[in-house]
């Protein structure tokens, strides 16, 4: 790890403004992370802004019946909010389907939706990698890729996104609400916070620079039954091969989106308006212009089984 200067913010925008004139600094709250990407020098801040007591910790009625999540709510006490549980339960799921209990102790829901891919490659530091270093080419391409995303690639970069939370958040339509430099506030919606990767792999979210994730805020409860299901190369501790975020109502109308496909949490409008038809036509509007490769091809398949298993589970609780 290399050395580095260290301050405690003492407001939002103090915080945002420290790290907008200073292009080597990194935010830290939980640093599950951060921390791993230091030690290997894939991540050599020059300066850390330490934002944990900014009291963004709260969770919140909203004036429109949803609620507001500060940036800072640990994933553990998200998951078992009783207003979570009852109103956004693939959330709950999604979050305790992620990581270890103690790493969720730690972890930060902006910290979660702004974690960097578990690409093999870009962990390697002898390897090629785009994202890690841009121009240096992309070493997944040809090599190992049973991980690898089989949507929304480019010829740059084939990695996917690694949150199970974010997937969740990207089917109830959440919107993250940020602090810019400048001070003003900008609320993203979370189908345009995750970018998919083109030409700047490395450019992976649409916050500016020095511009400071404050919340996270969640529309009215769409009711309907609320199912997240993970497939993963063992029981626990494991991110997904795929995974599925569903809100399912009684007439089999509903919304889904897909992890562990894509760059970015993947979701479609023509594939929640196919769910009444069945798992193989949304399915067939979510990767209907994937391109996987030989070793994971399988995810299509997978992806289109899962569904069907979430669509079935969905009846049978209806």
């Not at 500016?208 to 996270?216: D, H, Y």
């Not at 975020?245 to 949490?265: E, I, M, N, S, Y």
């Not at 070793?295 to 609780?317: P, Y």
Request: charged content about 20%; proline content about 6%; glycine content about 10%.
């Amino acid at each position: 790890m290399k050395p580095f200067t260290y301050e405690r913010a003492a407001s939002v925008q103090a915080a945002a403004a420290a790290a907008a004139g200073n292009p080597q600094a990194r935010f830290i709250a939980g640093g599950t992370n951060l921390l791993d990407l230091m030690k290997l020098q894939i991540e050599a801040p020059t300066h850390l802004i330490d934002i944990n007591g900014l009291g963004l910790d709260a969770i919140e009625p909203t004036p429109e019946g949803g609620l507001r999540i500060g940036a800072l709510v640990r994933n553990t006490d998200l998951a078992a909010h009783a207003g979570v549980r009852r109103d956004y339960g693939l959330l709950s799921r999604a979050l305790l389907a992620g990581a270890s209990g103690q790493l969720r102790n730690k972890a930060t829901t902006a910290g979660n939706l702004l974690q960097r891919t578990r690409c093999p490659y870009f962990y390697d530091t002898n390897m090629p990698c785009n994202k890690r270093q841009p121009g240096a080419g992309c070493a997944a391409i040809g090599g190992v890729t049973r991980q690898h995303a089989v949507v929304g690639a480019s010829e740059a970069c084939i990695a996917t996104h690694p949150s199970d939370m974010a997937v969740a958040m990207r089917a109830l339509d959440a919107v993250v609400e940020t602090v810019r430099a400048d001070g003003q506030p900008r609320r993203i919606p979370i189908a345009d916070f995750h970018r998919l990767p083109g030409n700047t792999p490395h450019i992976e979210t649409a916050l500016e620079a020095g511009e400071f994730i404050t919340a996270v805020t969640l529309p009215a409860p769409a009711g309907g039954t609320h199912i997240y299901r993970k497939v993963r190369d063992r029981s626990s501790y494991a991110f997904a091969l795929v995974s599925v975020a569903a809100v399912l109502q009684k007439d089999g109308t509903g919304r889904v989106a897909l992890g562990g496909v894509a760059h970015k949490p993947w979701r479609m409008a023509s594939a929640d308006a196919a769910l009444p038809q069945g798992a193989q036509a949304a399915t067939a509007q979510l990767l209907g212009a994937a391109r996987p490769t030989h070793e994971n091809a399988f995810k299509v398949a997978l992806v289109e089984r899962t569904l069907a298993g979430v669509l079935a589970e969905a009846k049978g609780q209806s």
